[in-house]
């Protein structure tokens, strides 16, 4: 069901290493509004380097919501998100701002602005123990085997995730992705979405990797580790950046390794968030800031 409440929203997607924070908040000075995040690890405390978390000077002054709220040593569930960030946008409405939605996981966006379902599937104990001892390879061909369309948007280095999508096919008898891109809930949304071409996104994703690595990255981990009690397999299910970070920390990967590794999969990344955002056919895909700002002023000039 739409909600009535006179409500305009901006939501800006794309892939890893494409400049999406820094349009959403050129944005939001400009246009009064405020920042609800939609990236699935920045809720996570202490995981700010590896994340690309934006800090409190990058912000200018921007509100930001959904940040650092929760501990890496849980999960996180989309569930949880869904009503956090629904609150956010309430609040920056109350306020008499233009929330804009802005990050890179298209579950989440779709979670906060569609009327999409979320699984009601319990852990099965059991089924978990088999696929437990299983190889992560032959979990992302079973998975490939029964779910192509998830296959696609998953990570398949991710044993949590390929497990939960197997899972949940196993217990509903329906693939995960049967359902298409619900309806939104809110009435007025402009979906913009940042698209650098393939060589320009590939030297982006190497530019940031590497300032990140000297910015102190390996030391984030390694601190999560050893003074936040975050487990080794938890860090391998916290994305890329921690995952193959804390195999060089295991002896697993040389130095060169990880960061040869790190920058290869970053770009598999980028791929698959473009397949799972490419689903929504009201996105609006530029190649600048001055189209994005057009977007919006003409956006926020229509009556509803």
């Excluded at 290493?17 to 609800?36: D, E």
């Excluded at 609040?91 to 569609?114: H, N, Q, S």
């Excluded at 590794?261 to 970053?266: D, F, H, I, V």
Aim: hydrophobic share 40%; net charge positive.
């Amino acid at each position: 069901m739409l909600i009535d409440r006179p409500r305009k929203i901006v939501a800006i997607v794309g892939p890893t290493a494409s400049g999406k924070t820094a349009l959403s908040i050129a944005l939001a000075k400009k246009y009064n509004g405020a920042v609800v995040s939609a990236d699935s690890r920045q809720v996570y405390r202490g995981m700010d380097i590896g994340t690309g978390k934006v800090t409190k000077r990058e912000m200018r002054g921007v509100p930001h919501y959904l940040l650092s709220i929760a501990s890496p040593k849980r999960t996180f569930t989309a569930a949880a998100y869904r009503a956090k960030a629904r609150k956010a946008v309430e609040a920056i409405t109350r306020a008499g701002k233009l929330p804009i939605v802005c990050g890179g996981t298209g579950f989440y966006i779709d979670t906060l602005l569609t009327n999409t379902s979320l699984p009601d599937v319990k852990p099965n104990a059991s089924l978990r123990k088999k696929m437990d001892v299983m190889k992560t390879k032959d979990l992302f061909a079973m998975l490939m085997k029964k779910d192509l369309r998830r296959a696609e948007t998953i990570d398949r280095n991710n044993r949590r995730r390929l497990i939960r999508a197997l899972e949940i096919i196993a217990m509903t008898g329906k693939p995960v992705s049967a359902q298409s891109l619900a309806p939104a809930i809110y009435k007025d949304i402009l979906f913009i979405g940042l698209r650098p071409n393939k060589k320009k996104l590939a030297r982006n994703i190497h530019d940031r990797l590497t300032l990140r690595l000297r910015r102190g990255m390996v030391a984030e981990v390694k601190r999560l580790h050893d003074k936040d009690g975050v487990g080794w397999e938890r860090l391998d299910d916290l994305g890329l950046e921690y995952r193959y970070i804390s195999r060089y920390l295991r002896g697993i990967l040389t130095k060169q390794e990880m960061i040869t590794q790190l920058e290869t999969e970053s770009r598999h990344y980028a791929k698959r968030q473009m397949t799972w955002f490419k689903r929504n056919s009201a996105t609006h895909w530029i190649a600048n800031a001055k189209t994005a700002d057009s977007l919006v002023k003409k956006f926020l000039a229509t009556p509803r």
